[in-house]
């Protein structure tokens, strides 16, 4: 059976189209970028105006791709949580008017747990139980998943995403947006070591994460104590270095409390998504220490990290357990 999933819980507009073997048909996305990026941050306004003029060509670009007619569509998915609240419903309208037209089931998909089925997708073989690491721009959490619908949360961020620190670092050192890339080019130019900065929670027992006195501490190495006429540094050993101790401070965070979370369970696999996953040096970070923990890693590759439709895949597993949901299915903006 053919699935028609959307996505349009941030900045990107996605459709996909998947069998209920997990065999992704074909996927599309179309990005807004270019539209935040004089802002240095997603616009929320401006994402779910985007959304609107995007998803029917996004959705008729993806069952064109698949070589199917829109009749052939047996089941539509959509991620209607978390996210931003007028983009989700851009995209959960969409879907329930697609299911009620075409006579077929809805099924409604957690937008983070997509994120660790994406591992399960790339795997082509079941990862389950394992623990996951969910860290993008939105979100930083540690789960322990039983199978690919039960999720319990074991720690989450107190405050900034990783992602979210990665944009707010960027734009202090003028790198632009989005922040993730840009920090990991500057980063590869500077000395990891060059700054001591703050590694919040690192030697807690406690599986939760904070990114905001690193942002703090990197705005005041970059300007001194008064920020109120700063400027971006020019390129250089300074923005290198700044980059560089910065990256390595967030991927020593998230390294360490995924060992954490391993032996605290006892788990011996590990399954990480979301956009910042796109990372070589956490993806090379996350190897090595799982190898040391005789644990096995799952990464998704580039095109499954960010944000995309293909994950959603994961209602193919609600669909076997017959977990339909009806009109009344809404967007919801908060976290699990």
Not at 174 to 181: E, K, S, T, V
Not at 211 to 234: E, I, M, R, W
Request: hydrophobic share 50%; net charge negative; proline share 5%.
């Amino acid at each position: 059976m053919l699935f028609l999933a959307l996505e349009t819980s941030c900045d990107e507009t996605a459709a996909a189209v998947f069998t209920d073997e997990l065999a992704v048909v074909s996927s599309v996305v179309a990005s807004q970028t270019e539209l935040h990026a004089r802002f240095g941050g997603v616009v929320p306004e401006i994402a779910s105006r985007a959304h609107l003029r995007n998803l029917l060509p996004v959705i008729d670009e993806a069952i064109g791709r698949a070589g199917i007619a829109l009749a052939d569509i047996g089941c539509i998915a959509v991620h209607h949580t978390p996210g931003l609240v007028g983009a989700l419903l851009i995209g959960v309208s969409a879907a329930k008017m697609l299911s009620l037209a075409l006579g077929v089931p809805l099924i409604g998909v957690n937008h983070v747990a997509s994120h660790i089925f994406a591992c399960r997708l790339a795997a082509e073989g079941d990862i389950y139980p394992c623990i996951g690491l969910v860290v993008s721009g939105g979100h930083t959490a540690l789960f322990h998943c039983d199978t690919a619908l039960s999720l319990q949360l074991l720690g989450g961020t107190r405050d900034d995403a990783a992602g979210e620190a990665f944009d707010k670092v960027a734009a202090i050192l003028g790198l632009g947006f989005p922040g993730g890339p840009a920090v990991e080019r500057e980063a590869a130019l500077g000395n990891p070591r060059a700054h001591a900065f703050p590694r919040s929670f690192r030697d807690d027992a406690r599986l939760e994460f904070s990114f905001s006195g690193l942002k703090t501490a990197v705005l005041y190495s970059c300007h001194g104590q008064d920020v109120s006429k700063a400027v971006p540094p020019p390129a250089g050993p300074k923005r290198a270095d700044l980059a560089a101790s910065f990256q390595a401070a967030v991927i020593d965070v998230l390294t360490v409390k995924c060992k954490q979370a391993l032996r605290q369970t006892g788990l011996k696999r590990l399954a990480v998504g979301g956009g910042v996953t796109a990372n070589k040096a956490l993806r090379a970070a996350l190897q090595e220490m799982c190898e040391k923990e005789c644990a096995e890693l799952f990464i998704p590759p580039m095109n499954l990290c960010t944000d995309n439709a293909a994950m959603a895949a994961l209602a193919v597993e609600k669909w076997k357990r017959g977990e339909f949901a009806g009109p009344e299915l809404d967007a919801e903006p908060n976290f699990l």
